[in-house]
C-alpha cells in the first residue's frame, strides 16, 4: 500500500551543550513547543516561552510561527518569525539557551518518491506552457526546480545576444553578489555545463569529488546544474543546491532537473516567438497607422497646393481672401484628422456632442462633396422625412459621413447615383447611404469595418470604417450595412434622437424631401 503522504513521520531531535539527545516523533497536524506541560514538545527553560513554537503540517509541507511574544527564535542561526521549515534545518532560542532542535522528514520510499516528483513535473508543466510572457516563463520554471529537487536555493540564468550569462531568476541568493561572482555556487560548474550541454551534479563522497571553491566557501551539500537547450545550443542554465544531502539525491534527481529542462526550453522559445510576432505586429500597425495618416493628408494637402497656386498668381485678387480662408480650413482639417487616427489606435476617443438640426447638417454635408461628385458623375440625392435634432458632434459626424460617401462613391467608378436619407424609427434616427455600386461579397462585408482591412482601393488605409464605427458608438449609436454584389451598398447610422423641431415644415413631416445635388 502506498504511504500516505500526510503521514510521513518528522523527528525532532533535542540537543544540549551537555550532550543530552531527545528524538520527538511528530505525526499530527500540529506540533507545540514550550516550556508548558501541554505543549507536545516541552522545554524547561527560562528562554523558553511557554508556547514559543508553531509547527504546522500541511500534506508533505511543514510552516514555523514563532508564539513567544518577543522572546528570541533562530532557524539556521538567522531570527525568524514564520516560514516553511526543511529537513535538516536547525532551530535554536538565542546564546543563553543551550538547546538545539534538528528537523528531520524521515525519507519516502523510492517508488513513493519518485510518483510524487512525476506529479510535480506535470503541475509544473502546465503552469510553464500556459504563459508567453517571457518573464513569468522563466519565474516558474525556477519555482518548479526547487520544488521538485527539494533544493532550498538556486537561481535561473539565459545566455543573452552576446555570448554573456545573464540572471534572470534568483531564489534566495543576492543578485549582485551573483553578479559579482562571490555567490556560494560554483561558477566553474555553470561553465562547463554550458559547454559540454551536460548536466553537472555534486554531493558529497560520489565519485571522489570535491567541490570546487565557490561550492565550498557557502558549503552547499548537494549542488546540481541543468543547461536548458534549444536546437542542440546552452541557451540557458538551472541551477540548485542545499546545505545537506538533497532527498534521493542522485541520477533521479538530475533526470527530474533535465525534463524541466526540456519543458523549459520549449516554454521559453515559444514566448520569445511569441514576442517577436507582438513586436513585428506593433511595427506592422505603425506603418500602417503611417499609412493611414499619409492617406488621409493627401486631400487637403492637394486644396491647400491649388489654393496658394491661385494665391501666387493673384495675391490681391478678389478671391485671396476666400483661398486664405480655405488653407486656413484645410490645415484644422488636417490637425483633427491625424488627431482622430492617433487616437483609435491608443483606443481612445472624446466626442463634443451639441444639439444639431438634421437638415442643416446633411445639406452641409452634400454641398462639402458636390464638386467631387460631379466631377465623377455621381448624383447625391438628400431625402429627409423629417426635421429631427440629433446631439452631434459636427465636425466627427461629418468626416464620418464624407467618407461613407466617398466610399459609396469608389464602388461606382463609372458614375451612379447616392441616396443620403434620414427617417425615425422607434427612438433612434436612421441616417442611411445608399449606393448603386458593385456591392460587397461576404468576405469583404464580414470584414468592413475591421481595422487596416481595405478592399479594391490602391490607396485605400483600411481605417475610414473602422474611425466611422468608433466615432458613431461615441455617440451612443451603432453603424449597419447590407450589400448585396451587382446591386449596391447601404450604410445606415443609427443615432438616438435629442427632440423633434418645435417648427417642422408640414409637408416635410410627411413626405421625404429630396435635393439633387
Sequence with gaps: MKQDVKRIPVRIRVEDEKGFEKTVVFRQG???????????????????????????????????????????????????HKGVLCHGDVITFGPDCPYTLTFLVETLRAGDLREKKLRALLAAGRAISSSLV???????????????????????????????LAPRVLRNIDEERLRGETVPASLNMIRR?????????????????????????????????????????????????????????????????????????VAIENARLSQR?????????????????????????????????????DPAGPRAPELLDLVADEACRMTEMTGEVLEYCRGRMEVRSEPVAL????????????????????????????????????????????NLLRNAADAMPDGGEIRLGAARARDRLVISVADTGCGMSEEVLRRATEPFFSSGKELGSGLGMAIAGRIVEGHGGALEIDSVQGKGTTVRVLLPLEAPSATPEPAEASEPQTQAC
Design 359 to 402: 437638415r442643416v447638417f446633411l445639406g452641409k454635408v452634400a454641398r462639402a462633396v458636390h464638386a467631387e461628385m460631379s466631377a465623377r458623375k455621381i448624383r447625391v440625392l438628400v431625402g429627409i422625412r423629417e426635421d429631427a435634432v440629433v446631439r452631434l458632434d459636427s465636425k466627427r459626424m461629418e468626416r464620418v459621413f464624407r
Design 30 to 80: 500540529l506540533l507545540r513547543i514550550g516550556s508548558e506541560d501541554a505543549c507536545g514538545l516541552r522545554i524547561d527553560h527560562g528562554k523558553i516561552a511557554p508556547c514559543h513554537l508553531l509547527i504546522l503540517r500541511e500534506g508533505d509541507k511543514f510552516t514555523f510561527a514563532d508564539t513567544s511574544a518577543g522572546m528570541t527564535t533562530l532557524v539556521n542561526g538567522a531570527p525568524s
Design 193 to 265: 555545463a554550458l559547454a559540454t550541454r551536460r548536466s553537472v551534479h555534486f554531493a558529497p563522497g560520489e565519485d571522489g569529488t570535491s567541490p570546487d571553491a565557490t561550492i565550498a566557501q557557502g558549503q552547499p551539500e548537494t549542488v546540481m546544474c541543468t543547461p536548458i537547450l534549444a536546437q542542440g545550443e546552452s541557451i540557458g542554465v538551472i541551477y540548485v543546491d542545499r546545505r545537506d544531502a538533497l532527498e534521493g539525491a542522485g541520477s533521479e534527481d538530475l533526470e527530474v532537473l533535465e525534463a524541466l529542462a526540456d519543458q523549459a526550453s
Design 277 to 313: 510576432m507582438l513586436m513585428t505586429e506593433r511595427l506592422s500597425a505603425v506603418g500602417r497607422m503611417v499609412s493611414s495618416i499619409v492617406h488621409d493628408l493627401n486631400g487637403p494637402i492637394t486644396g491647400i497646393r491649388a489654393a496658394l497656386q491661385l494665391l501666387r498668381q
Design 134 to 164: 517571457l518573464d513569468e516563463v522563466l519565474e516558474r520554471v525556477m519555482d518548479a526546480a526547487l520544488r521538485v529537487t527539494g533544493a532550498e536555493k538556486g537561481f535561473l540564468m539565459l545566455v543573452e545576444n552576446d555570448g554573456s
